[in-house]
């Protein structure tokens, strides 16, 4: 009995230190940890995009790479902007040898207007000059009347009617009247041609443009596109950010050939009407100089044949 007591004596310590290590933990231990271990509501209320800006943002690595490539290209998107595709800045950004034939033709465009004004001002002038003194003189009965009519004015018929004088006193003594009348008309044909000539100076300038001025205008074209293969090569691209200015600047050279063509030819065409109708009106003068000269060789040889018959009659 001794025995037995002295053994549960010694086995109830070590009993009561095993149950005191597997007790439950405190109430407010186990609330503690259970707050901790639950999610909050802001982290829950978060969007998955903001969950993974947050996620990629505190895991540095491979993630941060798109970031700095973004900050990389930029740079580059500012470099490749498109140019501006204005008719003055597609000029100054051209070839050199394109300046030269937009220049080129930029002059000659000048130079058909000048033209126009010039030959407009002419013609208006020398057309109402020339139907004025036609119709002073279209009552005068010689060649002494006509030029008294027309004083002292600088036309084209007064040097007809200087040429039928001329050929009249050269010819004085000459019974032959039709010789007269043919050196008087020769005379008068080369004034005429001589009038044609002048009248239509300028014009064969008007032609050569309008012929010309549009294959100019495509050399210009095919010499800035064989300068835009030629840079898209060397690129390696063709992205048409990049191709579009050097196109555009060489066709600008072919709508430079047509502005300066296009006008040409019409005022050309217009003049050789206008000039065409003149020409008729300087036949018309001459034709009036070789009446009046015709009169007075009519009256002169009628004067001497009216006293060779008093005479005969005495």
């Not at 001794?2 to 933990?25: C, D, E, G, I, R």
């Not at 007269?180 to 044609?196: L, M």
């Amino acid at each position: 009995m001794a025995a037995a007591l002295t053994f549960a004596s010694l086995v109830s310590p070590a009993v009561a230190q095993q149950n005191k290590s597997v007790a439950p933990p405190p109430i407010a231990q186990v609330q503690s940890s259970v707050e901790t271990s639950a999610p909050s509501p802001s982290s829950t209320s978060l969007p998955p995009a903001a969950d993974a800006a947050s996620a990629s943002s505190a895991t540095p690595g491979p993630a941060s790479a798109p970031a700095s490539s973004a900050t990389a290209i930029s740079p580059l998107k500012a470099e490749t902007t498109p140019h501006e595709l204005s008719p003055w800045s597609m000029f100054l950004s051209a070839d050199v040898l394109v300046k030269f034939v937009m220049i080129g033709l930029a002059f000659a465009s000048l130079v058909t207007w000048t033209i126009f004004i010039a030959k407009i001002v002419e013609l208006s002038l020398a057309r109402r000059n020339l139907g004025a003194a036609l119709t002073q003189i279209s009552e005068s009965r010689s060649l002494a009347e006509a030029q008294m009519a027309l004083g002292d004015k600088n036309s084209v018929l007064a040097s007809l009617l200087a040429a039928a004088m001329r050929e009249a006193r050269l010819s004085a003594g000459i019974s032959s009247d039709a010789g007269i009348k043919e050196r008087a008309a020769s005379s008068f044909a080369e004034i005429v041609r001589a009038e044609s000539r002048r009248i239509r100076l300028g014009m064969g300038l008007l032609a050569t443009i309008g012929a010309t001025s549009p294959f100019v205008g495509l050399f210009g074209t095919v010499w800035g596109i064989m300068n835009s293969f030629i840079g898209i090569s060397k690129s390696q691209t063709t992205n048409l950010a990049v191709v579009a200015p050097g196109i555009a600047e060489a066709l600008l050279a072919t709508a430079l050939g047509l502005v300066a063509a296009i006008p040409a030819v019409i005022i050309y065409n217009y003049f050789a009407r206008v000039t065409r109708g003149y020409i008729e009106l300087v036949s018309r003068a001459s034709g009036s100089s070789g009446r009046l000269l015709s009169r007075d060789l009519d009256r002169t040889h009628g004067g001497s044949l009216g006293g060779a018959h008093s005479r005969a009659a005495e």
